[in-house]
């Protein structure tokens, strides 16, 4: 298997056409028969990889070349996902527009040539897959929390975080999923999961979700100004899943199908195993 069969695994997987702005293959390679994935692989990881006779090395977070510098880019599909959680799309785009322009700034000065440099120097083929997997967590988790709550139209906070933790990613990780606003007793309201797009959009992103009706959040994570404006916002709540664990549902749906066409596969750095 090649660098392109595999990626082209993890488009059909997510339901893509096309390889998103936050991923891609840095440094092709064939004849494929063990990897090695991370959520973050750098040059360490690689030589571990190497060590471990790896064919391939591909990270979840983008930490070099083009899927690093246009990370930005991939934020726009959080307006579809507004949009299906209900809000009017012209004000998807405004609440985007900050962060988006936030984020870009903030990797336009980031060294993106250090992995990609060290993956060419090793000879070491590799990726990254961000979006992808992101949307695959995404998925799996909102399917699974509306099997879990659809009988239950007064579910509360603890209701949503046991049913996460149904998951083996979220029963394993040291990082357990936890409700950053709300309490345990509140009701959940409408429960909707926010995983994929690039990375969050804000606090002005979270009010456009909340006054469309969104009761509770799902994110993988969520920082402490976001959390402290929805508190004072006093409209909704926010669970946060995990980073670790979630990245790891979706990047596992991937690992496993590759598993099943007999690739070898080293989970590491970060990703939890389910087994």
């Known amino acids: 298997m090649n660098t392109k069969e595999i990626m082209d695994i993890a488009l059909k997987l997510a339901g893509l056409e096309e390889i998103p702005a936050d991923s891609g293959i840095i440094v092709e390679g064939d004849n494929i028969k063990k990897v090695a994935m991370g959520v ?124 996460l933790e149904t998951l083996p990613e979220y029963q394993r990780t040291l990082a357990k999923p936890v409700i950053r606003v709300g309490s345990k007793d509140d009701f959940a309201g409408k429960v909707f999961v926010t995983m994929a797009g690039g990375t969050g959009g804000g606090s002005n992103v979270m009010k456009a979700y909340f006054e469309a009706g969104v009761g509770t959040i799902i994110a993988m994570h969520m920082p402490e100004d976001v959390i402290k404006a929805v508190r004072e916002q006093n409209i909704g709540n926010i669970i946060v899943a995990g980073h670790m664990a979630s990245d790891s549902v979706g990047i596992n749906e991937f690992l496993q199908e590759l598993e099943s066409k007999g690739i070898e596969v080293v989970r590491m750095s970060g990703i939890i195993d389910p087994k």
């Open 40 to 163: 973050d692989m750098e040059l360490a990881e690689m030589l571990l990889a190497r060590d471990l006779g790896v064919d391939l090395v591909i990270t979840h977070h983008p930490t070099g070349g083009s899927p690093r510098i246009n990370l930005h880019k991939v934020m726009e599909n959080q307006i579809n996902t507004m949009v299906r959680a209900g809000v009017p799309i012209n004000r998807a785009q405004k609440a985007l527009t900050e962060k988006k322009g936030e984020v870009e700034r903030g990797l336009h000065v980031s060294n993106y040539d250090r992995a990609v440099s060290a993956a060419k120097l090793l000879k070491m083929p590799f990726m990254g897959i961000h979006t992808p997997a992101d949307i695959l967590a995404e998925k799996k988790v909102q399917k699974l929390l509306d099997e879990k709550l659809k009988d239950n139209p007064k579910a509360k906070l603890q209701d949503v975080i046991d049913a």
